[in-house]
């Protein structure tokens, strides 16, 4: 008798569980929807989600009683029909911070998907590995940055190999030691999701949309990285490593270096200045590329190496559009010409740069944190682990 009590109340237990991760699998694609394709009313919800009304107006209930979604106007689909209330997600109110961690900078800044609402850059030798997100000098974030602007979590992007799953820094480049706990140290001091993953990957995975999800992404600045995302997801490879075009070997020349070291902005500033005896700004040497022999001569040199290299993993892994963002990518001529050395060397498909490259280091790990948080993807260490899941109750392991 015992048995079967324990037996029933188990299967029970199962049940419950299932309708809970039902429930957040729901709502978790009512977001996606919106996110994705914009305002929609109750009725598009539920065309799209093979719902009954009845269930897509019990938990756009839900959505909206914490924040996640509002009424956003309404529109009339026909001449006799009644108006429909379009709901959106709420962006202005799920606000989130940004830090995007790299080898001389850190950028951060309070943002939603669209906008940022304060910015600030500081010199990454400031870090304290105590609080990485608060340094000591000058209190350059203030004390109160986290409750005066009333942010939902936190999104850390950093150079090197990072466990996502784990918010472990695996290998930083020297900026922190050896599989630092970044995530366990941070939620001593804030009590937020805190989502952690490569700064480059999360550039890519910011801009996925349901029509742009396969691509390869490439950044430069400081030096060079990439990341392929394949059917809307990032690919990792292995061993974590999937889409490093910064760690391949520069060929035919004497000296063994990758390409990231050699088209970093370090070296072509120190390429400048022995050609030129002027200490210039990588920036600075961009905006010369058209106008000055030595720059354009340091700089198609590196444009060479970059576009043999990504023709060739173009080649290989086929995306349906290469995307190339920050740096010197930003510069329309210096654009142009690697388009078209890409061309040259044989590879056909659109080369893009992201309509707002210029302000992916201040919004793109905050978005990726929004996303991760809006559809449910982890359970972060903090007390509230996700719209899609707040207020219930959620054994969820961590998932990258």
């Known amino acids: 008798m015992g048995e079967e009590l324990s037996s029933v109340n188990y299967s029970m237990g199962n049940e419950v569980n299932s309708l809970k991760s039902l429930k957040k699998n729901n709502?978790?694609?009512?977001?996606?929807?919106?996110?994705?394709?914009?305002?929609?009313?109750?009725?598009e919800l539920a065309k799209e989600t093979g719902l009954t009304t009845a269930s897509i107006t019990v938990l756009v209930k839900d959505l909206m009683s914490c924040g996640a979604i509002i009424e956003s106007g309404s529109v009339q689909r026909n001449k006799s029909g009644r108006r429909e209330v379009l709901l959106d997600i709420n962006y202005k109110e799920l606000r989130v911070a940004n830090i995007t961690i790299e080898s001389d900078k850190i950028y951060f800044s309070i943002c939603n998907r669209y906008e940022t609402l304060i910015e600030k850059t500081f010199d990454s030798s400031v870090i304290q590995q105590a609080d990485p997100l608060n340094p000591a000098e000058d209190d350059i974030l203030g004390n109160h940055w986290s409750t005066q602007y009333k942010i939902r979590c936190i999104g850390i992007g950093v150079i090197g190999k990072v466990d996502t799953e784990k918010g472990i820094l695996i290998d930083s480049r020297g900026l922190f030691p050896p599989n630092f706990p970044l995530r366990k140290v941070l939620s001593m001091q804030y009590p937020y999701p805190i989502i952690i993953t490569n700064n480059v990957r999360a550039q890519?995975?910011?801009?996925?949309?349901?029509?742009?999800?396969?691509?390869?992404?490439v950044k430069h600045g400081p030096k060079l990285g990439g990341a392929i995302v394949s059917n809307g997801r990032i690919v990792r490879g292995?061993?974590?490593?999937?889409?490093?075009?910064?760690?391949t070997q520069v060929r035919n020349i004497q000296e063994k270096i990758t390409l990231g070291d050699y088209v970093s902005e370090k070296r072509i500033r120190k390429r400048y200045e022995m050609e030129t005896s002027k200490d210039l700004e990588a920036e600075e040497i961009?905006?010369?590329?058209?106008?000055?022999?030595?720059?354009?001569?340091?700089?198609?040199?590196?444009?060479k190496q970059i576009s043999d290299t990504v023709a060739n993993i173009g080649f290989i892994i086929d995306p349906a559009k290469i995307i190339l963002s920050g740096g010197m990518f930003l510069h329309d001529d210096i654009f142009e010409k690697l388009c078209a050395l890409i061309k040259d060397a044989g590879y056909l498909k659109p080369v893009i740069r992201p309509t707002n490259s210029d302000k992916l280091k201040f919004l793109s790990s905050g978005i990726v944190a929004l996303k991760f948080c809006l559809f449910g993807l982890i359970k972060p260490d903090a007390e509230d682990d996700s719209f899609v899941s707040k207020n219930e109750d959620d054994d969820e392991e961590p998932s990258d």
């Open 27 to 43: 709502k978790s694609s009512i977001l996606r929807l919106l996110y994705d394709n914009g305002a929609m009313s109750r009725l």
């Open 238 to 247: 292995s061993g974590n490593e999937a889409g490093e075009i910064g760690q």
């Open 286 to 303: 961009y905006k010369l590329f058209s106008t000055d022999k030595v720059a354009y001569s340091v700089i198609s040199d590196c444009l």
């Open 204 to 217: 890519a995975y910011s801009i996925i949309t349901s029509e742009l999800n396969d691509f390869l992404y």
